[in-house]
């Protein structure tokens, strides 16, 4: 499993917004650019996918920009993850809404990927948003 750039940024995204929203309301699109160094094109692409699945608030015009809706520790990294990626699944059998494998009672190597996923999940779980700022 390979965590893809969009999924790394928009750690660094959510990340940016939750430490700086406090001191500034909404946080203006320019600004998470200029700090990330992140292309607009790319950030903007984020931050709609962000907005769509609920993740932010966004105010347009003047004043205006991105927000977190929940506080930070409200945010489990696997959540983030699972929206910018097209899976976590180790493999293609375990990716959601895929058929079942007609090999799979026989399949030797299953539980193996099932524990793995399950310990991907799992650990992606343990941290959150808050935890990520404190670093």
């Not at 909404?26 to 699945?53: D, G, P």
Request: aromatic share 8%; glycine share 6%.
């Amino acid at each position: 499993m390979i965590v893809s750039t969009r999924g790394r940024y928009a750690l660094r995204v959510m990340i940016d917004i939750a430490e700086h929203q406090e001191a500034e309301g909404y946080i203006a699109l320019r600004n998470v650019v200029e700090r990330q160094k992140i292309s607009q094109k790319y950030v903007e692409s984020i931050m709609t996918m962000l907005s769509k699945a609920g993740f932010v608030d966004a105010v347009h015009g003047k004043g205006g920009g991105y927000r977190l809706n929940r506080s930070p520790e409200k945010y489990p990294v696997r959540e983030i993850l699972e929206l910018t990626e097209d899976s976590l699944a180790p493999v293609v059998c375990l990716e959601c809404g895929a058929e079942e494998c007609e090999k799979k009672s026989e399949c030797r190597t299953i539980s193996m990927w099932e524990e793995f996923y399950k310990t991907t999940l799992d650990f992606f779980d343990k941290y959150t948003l808050r935890d990520l700022m404190k670093k």
